[in-house]
């Protein structure tokens, strides 16, 4: 399978008014919204542009999963050419 290069992730980092992300060059950026679900207690990710849902138990599995398998899914669904460099960034969001 071809993949695309993934140039940086971006952590979420607390700030006053939510959180802030370092921005970094790349051909591609995607937002990949986090949220908890209290109910499941789960972790949830999703980026509907890249057609990105998935879940794990911790804040840090959740993103190391995610940025595994989301440039793989970005090329798959013709939003990312393969050998493009790819940026996420996450952001907590609450849950609907």
């Known amino acids: 399978m071809m993949s695309a ?5 971006h952590a979420m ?3 006053a008014a939510g ?4 921005r970094v060059v790349a051909d591609r950026e995607f937002q990949i ?17 890249i057609g990105l849902y998935t879940e ?3 804040i840090d599995a959740l993103e190391e999963r995610a940025l595994l398998i ?15 460099s ?3 960034t996450f952001a907590e969001q609450a849950l609907a």
Do not use: Y
């Open 70 to 84: 989301a440039p793989e899914i970005a090329v798959e669904n013709g939003k990312l050419r393969a050998g493009e």
């Open 5 to 9: 290069n993934l140039v940086q992730s």
């Open 56 to 58: 794990a138990a911790t």
């Open 13 to 15: 980092q607390p700030a």
């Open 86 to 88: 790819v940026a996420f």
């Open 33 to 49: 919204d986090v949220m908890f679900d209290g109910e499941s207690g789960m972790w949830l990710a999703r980026c509907a542009e």
């Open 19 to 22: 959180f802030i992300h370092r």
